[in-house]
């Protein structure tokens, strides 16, 4: 029966607009579906063995199954396999609840977004039936491809796979009386740090296990068998409890198989009905066991077994996907929703225990759909240096802020993998401690530190990012040449900051160490390629790298930084003692102006320095000493915020939640960098030198980073890269003739 005919018209729900297929009333609905088995003024059902419950989450599980597949075949594009095969558990959980559900599978999208549809969460981007929802996937301005955080009720955004569990992890610690289910596939199971991070997170904070895994395992990954498609059930139990999990609760769709499916994994849907029920009863049982282990202080993971494609248009890995074919009128897709297609009644009672579970809609109930309360810091301890004076180490004078945060702000942590110490911070570690399992006051360890130290960018991107996301002051420490492999997830943090709903602080880093302090160490520590990455984000609108010159700026630029939201701001400064050039007024308006003249020489033309970075000034004042030799006049340019030296079109900061549409106008920017001639000067990639150079018209070249060598100073390693005071003098006079 179609919903084109008039009994569907005369008893459809509203929101059901759009739907293809209606199907006959399950057997055992008189009985069971009589009433939502979650009661008015109730968040959840009371007993997940009782049958009315178990029923009406098989209808939810149908549905969900439904309406991935309606809403991926109206584009014949997006990702309905891999969340076809959990939705037994994810309608469990709701059932029991729980609504704070994260997922690391991006292509879970469709799934999630049908369950936003269900608990009316879309309705607040003024999707309420059916048909918008269909219309608006894979759409602008609408259900994007992968989640984001632009959608009502979803918690975090997933694409690359191995970051959903920095999400759980973040939100556990800063909720500890929630539960945050986290899906994890089978496929990203093999991404190298999802394992190992949760591991480290358990040894440093042993009380907080209100994150619960949920291992979705199919049998496949995106195109292929999955490589752990092959483990017995008793080998990966045993995997889960070597890496310290406690409690390891598995449901395997092959016990309750009654049509002899070959292989180790099975659709459920192709059950007998009591079959079906038996197994949604058992899962329904052990999602209630594992949350209740995980909130009551045992770290816990939830295994669902059931093939991939379980109720969709295909099986296994061809059910990743839809292809250019998979359209409503494609033979698979109208098979898959006829046999998911659910009576106008039962989308009725679905609809209902959805609105009641948790309390409501997951855009109303879910933690990051609120901001979460800051602890106050007051007046920041900055300590302004006399300009000309002593050297000072910046990265020293930035920690004893960091120090004053945490001290204020209980939430607040500090990550880094490499090591604190050795990036002239080890205030930071004195004054708030590496989380450790063992007191060791030599080592600055104790248990209830504030500096997370695993051995992995990744993990210490992935819990820094990851807890501004969910609301919190946080702070990633780096050698610049290491924070690569950290990037993916800050980046993603970052991009989904952008079109947030709510005001969160900005995620923040400090990269020190680099390449040219790193001589000895040679080219394994020489990768300040990675401000090429940041250059390309800036147009992003939200992202701000800093390149304080000395330790009055960088203390200025932290400041600035705890003041800012929804941004990703990257300060990178050396470990060395250098010298104070800057003044924190004029540290401030650098910040405001994008950059600031260090020293200004007159003479018959005037050759400007634009110079990113604080140890390569060295050359550049050398230079300067030379060209005042020849009357050559010289204009020495700090850039310390390059994103501000963009012009307006350049960047997307308009789009962005918590807009900054701040950027130097032309007579500004003249009076900074006109002149006869402009060498931009870079320790790193050229790239950040990018804003100087559009909006430049006067004779120009630029000195950058190539390659990193072994050397035994710094002044030979900027020699082999090119910037020595003798090059420059040399381009500088080329340039004015």
């Excluded at 559900?101 to 049908?114: C, L």
């Excluded at 204009?635 to 130097?664: M, Q």
Aim: net charge negative.
């Amino acid at each position: 029966m179609t919903a084109s005919t008039e009994a569907a018209k005369i008893v459809t729900p509203e929101f059901c607009q759009g739907i293809q297929y209606f199907g006959e009333t399950l057997p055992g609905f008189e009985q069971y579906g009589k009433q939502a088995a979650i009661a008015p003024n109730k968040t959840a059902i009371t007993d997940p063995s009782d049958p009315a419950a178990v029923f009406q989450t098989l209808l939810y599980a149908d549905a969900l199954r439904y309406l991935t597949v309606q809403v991926t075949g109206s584009k014949a594009s997006g990702h309905p396999g891999g969340f076809a095969s959990q939705v037994e558990a994810y309608a469990a959980l709701v059932m029991l609840g729980y609504k704070n559900i994260i997922t690391e599978v991006g292509h879970h999208a469709p799934g999630f977004y049908s369950a936003m549809f269900l608990d009316r969460s879309l309705e607040d981007m003024g999707i309420t039936t059916v048909q918008q929802l269909r219309d608006r996937f894979r759409e602008h301005n609408g259900l994007l491809g992968h989640l984001s955080g632009f959608i009502p009720g979803i918690l975090a955004p997933a694409g690359p796979l191995g970051q959903g569990q920095h999400f759980a992890m973040s939100a556990a610690r800063l909720h500890p009386d929630k539960l945050f289910p986290v899906t994890i596939g089978d496929g990203g199971l093999g991404e190298p740090y999802i394992m190992s991070s949760m591991a480290h997170f358990h040894t440093a904070y042993p009380g907080v296990t209100n994150f619960l895994p949920v291992l979705v395992w199919n049998g496949y990954s995106q195109e292929h068998h999955s490589m752990v498609s092959t483990q017995s059930n008793e080998r990966m139990m045993a995997y889960w409890h070597g890496n310290g999990f406690e409690e390891v609760v598995l449901v395997d769709a092959k016990d309750f198989d009654d049509k002899n499916q070959p292989g180790d994994y099975v659709d459920s849907t192709a059950f007998s009905f009591e079959q079906r029920l038996a197994f949604t009863k058992a899962v329904l049982v052990a999602a209630d066991e594992a949350a209740r282990s995980a909130l009551s202080g045992t770290l816990t993971v939830l295994i669902i077994k059931q093939l991939k494609g379980a109720g969709v248009h295909a099986r296994g890995a061809k059910s990743h996907n839809l292809y250019a074919m998979h359209t409503l009128d494609n033979p698979d897709i109208v098979n898959a929703l006829k046999s998911r297609a659910l009576a106008p009644a039962a989308w009725e009672i679905v609809r209902t225990n959805c609105e009641r579970a948790g309390g409501g809609s997951a855009s109303r109930v879910a933690v990051t759909e609120s901001v979460l309360p800051l602890a106050e810091l007051g007046e920041l301890p900055l300590e302004e240096y006399a300009v000309g004076g002593d050297p000072k180490v910046s990265t020293t004078a930035m920690g004893k802020l960091v120090a004053k945060v945490g001290e204020c702000d209980r939430n607040y942590i500090v990550t880094n993998a490499d090591g604190n110490e050795a990036s002239g911070i080890a205030n930071i570690n004195q004054a708030l401690k590496i989380i450790h399992p063992t007191e060791d006051p030599i080592y600055n360890q104790t248990p209830g530190g504030q500096v997370y130290e695993p051995l992995s960018e990744d993990a210490c991107a992935g819990l820094a990012a990851g807890s501004a996301l969910m609301g919190s002051r946080t702070l990633w420490c780096s050698y610049e040449s290491f924070a690569i492999n950290g990037l993916p997830i800050w980046q993603t943090v970052t991009q989904a900051m952008a079109e947030l709903r709510r005001p969160t602080p900005s995620t923040v880093t400090l990269f020190t160490a680099g390449a040219l302090e790193q001589g000895r160490n040679g080219w394994t520590h020489q990768r300040p390629e990675i401000e090429a990455y940041f250059a390309a984000m800036m147009r992003n609108g939200n992202v701000f790298p800093l390149f304080p010159p000395d330790a009055n700026s960088i203390q200025v630029c932290y400041d600035w930084a705890l003041t800012t939201k929804n941004k990703g701001v990257v300060i990178t400064a050396s470990k060395s003692p250098l010298p104070i050039r800057t003044t924190f007024e004029q540290s401030r308006k650098a910040i405001q102006d994008g950059a600031v003249v260090l020293q200004e020489i007159k003479g018959s033309k005037t050759v400007v320095f634009a110079v990113i970075g604080d140890m390569v000034l060295m050359p550049v004042f050398e230079a300067a000493t030379y060209l005042e030799a020849q009357e050559i006049g010289v204009r020495i340019v700090s850039v310390v915020n390059p994103r501000r030296l963009y012009r307006p079109s350049d960047v997307a900061w308009d789009s962005c939640s918590e807009p900054d549409g701040e950027f130097l106008n032309d007579a500004g920017f003249e009076a900074l960098f006109g002149g006869d001639a402009l060498v931009g000067v870079a320790s790193g990639a050229s790239g950040m030198l990018e804003p100087i150079m559009l909006r430049s018209h006067c004779q120009r070249d630029t000195f950058a980073w190539k390659r990193g060598e072994t050397t035994a100073s710094p002044a030979q390693l900027m020699a082999i890269n090119g910037m020595t005071a003798e090059n420059l003098v040399k381009r500088a006079m080329e340039l004015v003739g």
